[in-house]
């Protein structure tokens, strides 16, 4: 009888404590639920309060903690302090956790424009788990991003066969956008809404894409829902974006009432409680500072100048009313035009609130391009929420032209994005400045020279010439990676929104 007692008291205590258990972690699930829809609506600071929170009962759960953490580091643009997390979480028995750790890796590597690292960690990641989206998305955006564009459409269309997701959509949207080919990356964010009319992020990026390309109503309509979703799902400062967009756009579109296809608050709800659902497959956007005003047009350039200036071309700015400057950082600086060259296609941008010196490119890195020699253009070929960074295409110097002309041909790419970004040799040195607005008529004209598919670049002792610079250029002796060039010059390389 005392035996049969005995039994019952441990199968009851066992009960009770597995009971007791289970509770537990059905709690620290929803806390964390609850932790990601925070992060999700970008009030981070709610997020790190409900994390100070939470009663830590084993190492797994504090892995998962460490993830959010790196995730919040990653959303307020601090990705070196993000890596720390993803590294403490990364030293686990748990794959998926694993898993997670190099994910945060490899997109923390690849906003920072260390592109080598972004490539290994996602690998790795995939080999650990080869169903997971999001490190085969990161991959891709990195491969684009170094120039092995034949290989990242590869890894999204075996992606895209069998998950058709607005990530995916995005990136090979995104992949499109890099070729100037807005209408094709319309195509395919226009196809998904077809599926899933009222998806936030691709609604967001369509706007952008429908404002370059003429499109103004459709723009709009597209930025108005994303202002009614971030309403209602109570994220302020990114309904306080969407507004100012649409008002850059229309400065009167508010004065009177306006018309919008509704969507039901419990469809914005069904939305919002997916992205909490598929919370470790989406891509995370570091909060950028954002531009006053919608860009309706777009290019590239540098900084100079002991962080004071800045090098585009001057078709970029021709018909300019306001000029903004990010840098690869997601720093942004209002400018203005200070000087000016028509016939090199040259302008200097003087900027309001100067850069750090260290993001100047010093005018002792300015040499003469060869005919022959390896370079890598850095530009920013797209616009909107995923296009913080730049993009590398690799090429050589294919011909320079007379010092009179200024002009030098090369085979590797350049779009409308790309104008008046900087063009590297593989030691580091600036050799010229992108531009694709050519005049092919004039062009021909001046220098007999029937333009061909061939990219365009003005040399930069021209920028020396135009602008009263004159420093001695030093020779640097030994080559340097692509992917070294591209992380050391990040800083210095800036997207120009136009309006």
């Given at each position: 009888?005392?035996?049969?007692?005995?039994?019952?008291?441990?199968?009851?205590?066992?009960?009770?404590?597995?009971?007791?258990?289970?509770?537990?972690?059905?709690?620290?699930?929803?806390?964390?639920?609850?932790?990601?829809?925070?992060?999700?609506?970008?009030?981070?600071?709610?997020?790190?309060?409900?994390?100070?929170?939470?009663?830590?009962?084993?190492?797994?759960?504090?892995?998962?903690?460490?993830?959010?953490?790196?995730?919040?580091?990653?959303?307020?643009?601090?990705?070196?302090?993000?890596?720390?997390?993803?590294?403490?979480?990364?030293?686990?028995?748990?794959?998926?956790?694993?898993?997670?750790?190099?994910?945060?890796?490899?997109?923390?590597?690849?906003?920072?424009?260390?592109?080598?690292?972004?490539?290994?960690?996602?690998?790795?990641?995939?080999?650990?788990?080869?169903?997971?989206?999001?490190?085969?998305?990161?991959?891709?955006?990195?491969?684009?991003?170094?120039?092995?564009?034949?290989?990242?459409?590869?890894?999204?269309?075996?992606?895209?066969?069998?998950n058709i997701s607005a990530e995916i959509a995005l990136t090979i949207s995104d992949y499109y956008v890099v070729f100037d080919d807005y209408d094709k990356a319309i195509d395919i964010l226009d196809d998904f809404l077809k599926r899933v009319p009222n998806n936030i992020k691709v609604l967001n990026q369509i706007a952008n894409l429908y404002l370059l390309n003429g499109n103004e109503e459709?723009?709009?309509?597209?930025?108005?829902?994303?202002?009614?979703?971030?309403?209602?799902?109570?994220?302020?400062?990114r309904a306080t974006e969407a507004k100012t967009w649409i008002t850059s756009v229309d400065p009167t579109y508010f004065d009177e009432p306006f018309l919008i296809e509704i969507i039901e608050e419990e469809e914005i709800k069904d939305y919002a409680d997916e992205e909490i659902e598929n919370y470790h497959e989406n891509k995370i956007s570091p909060n950028y500072e954002d531009f006053s005003?919608?860009?309706?047009?777009?290019?590239?350039?540098?900084?100079?100048?002991?962080?004071?200036?800045?090098?585009?071309?001057?078709?970029?700015?021709?018909?300019?009313?306001?000029?903004?400057?990010?840098?690869?950082?997601?720093?942004?600086?209002?400018?203005?035009?200070?000087?000016?060259?028509?016939?090199?296609?040259?302008?200097?941008?003087?900027?309001?609130?100067?850069?750090?010196?260290?993001?100047?490119?010093?005018?002792?890195?300015?040499?003469?391009?060869?005919?022959?020699?390896?370079?890598?253009?850095?530009?920013?070929?797209?616009?909107?929420?995923?296009?913080?960074?730049?993009?590398?295409?690799?090429?050589?110097?294919?011909?320079?032209?007379?010092?009179?002309?200024?002009?030098?041909?090369?085979?590797?790419?350049?779009?409308?994005?790309?104008?008046?970004?900087?063009?590297?040799?593989?030691?580091?040195?600036?050799?010229?400045?992108?531009?694709?607005?050519?005049?092919?008529?004039?062009?021909?004209?001046?220098?007999?020279?029937?333009?061909?598919?061939?990219?365009?670049?003005?040399?930069?002792?021209?920028?020396?010439?135009?602008?009263?610079?004159?420093?001695?250029?030093?020779?640097?002796?030994?080559?340097?990676?692509?992917?070294?060039?591209?992380?050391?010059?990040?800083?210095?390389?800036?997207?120009?929104?136009?309006?």
């Amino acid at each position: 009888m005392q035996f049969k007692i005995q039994k019952i008291l441990t199968f009851t205590i066992s009960f009770f404590l597995l009971i007791s258990n289970v509770a537990s972690a059905s709690s620290f699930n929803e806390k964390i639920r609850d932790i990601r829809g925070e992060i999700n609506r970008d009030n981070l600071s709610s997020a790190i309060k409900l994390l100070e929170k939470i009663e830590i009962e084993n190492e797994l759960q504090q892995d998962e903690i460490y993830i959010l953490y790196g995730d919040i580091y990653l959303k307020i643009n601090k990705p070196k302090k993000a890596e720390e997390f993803y590294e403490k979480a990364f030293f686990t028995t748990n794959k998926y956790i694993e898993s997670l750790s190099l994910t945060g890796l490899a997109e923390a590597n690849l906003i920072q424009g260390k592109l080598d690292y972004a490539i290994k960690f996602s690998e790795q990641s995939i080999s650990i788990n080869p169903e997971r989206i999001k490190p085969k998305i990161i991959l891709a955006i990195a491969k684009t991003r170094v120039g092995d564009t034949d290989e990242a459409l590869k890894i999204l269309n075996e992606i895209h066969k069998k998950n058709i997701s607005a990530e995916i959509a995005l990136t090979i949207s995104d992949y499109y956008v890099v070729f100037d080919d807005y209408d094709k990356a319309i195509d395919i964010l226009d196809d998904f809404l077809k599926r899933v009319p009222n998806n936030i992020k691709v609604l967001n990026q369509i706007a952008n894409l429908y404002l370059l390309n003429g499109n103004e109503e459709k723009a709009i309509n597209s930025k108005l829902k994303v202002l009614k979703f971030y309403e209602i799902n109570r994220n302020t400062n990114r309904a306080t974006e969407a507004k100012t967009w649409i008002t850059s756009v229309d400065p009167t579109y508010f004065d009177e009432p306006f018309l919008i296809e509704i969507i039901e608050e419990e469809e914005i709800k069904d939305y919002a409680d997916e992205e909490i659902e598929n919370y470790h497959e989406n891509k995370i956007s570091p909060n950028y500072e954002d531009f006053s005003f919608a860009p309706a047009a777009h290019g590239s350039g540098f900084i100079i100048g002991d962080g004071k200036f800045v090098i585009t071309n001057y078709h970029v700015i021709e018909s300019a009313n306001k000029i903004s400057v990010r840098n690869g950082t997601g720093k942004i600086s209002e400018a203005i035009v200070s000087e000016y060259s028509k016939v090199y296609d040259l302008a200097l941008l003087k900027l309001k609130n100067p850069y750090p010196k260290e993001f100047s490119i010093n005018f002792e890195d300015f040499t003469e391009a060869k005919t022959g020699e390896d370079v890598i253009s850095i530009g920013y070929p797209g616009i909107g929420l995923s296009f913080e960074l730049p993009t590398i295409t690799q090429g050589i110097v294919s011909k320079v032209l007379d010092d009179e002309e200024g002009i030098f041909l090369t085979t590797a790419a350049i779009n409308q994005g790309n104008s008046g970004g900087p063009i590297f040799n593989l030691k580091g040195q600036l050799v010229g400045i992108s531009f694709a607005g050519l005049d092919k008529l004039s062009f021909t004209m001046m220098t007999g020279w029937v333009p061909t598919d061939m990219g365009f670049a003005i040399k930069s002792n021209k920028v020396k010439e135009l602008f009263k610079y004159n420093v001695n250029t030093l020779e640097k002796k030994y080559k340097i990676d692509k992917t070294e060039i591209y992380e050391n010059k990040l800083p210095s390389i800036v997207f120009i929104g136009v309006k």
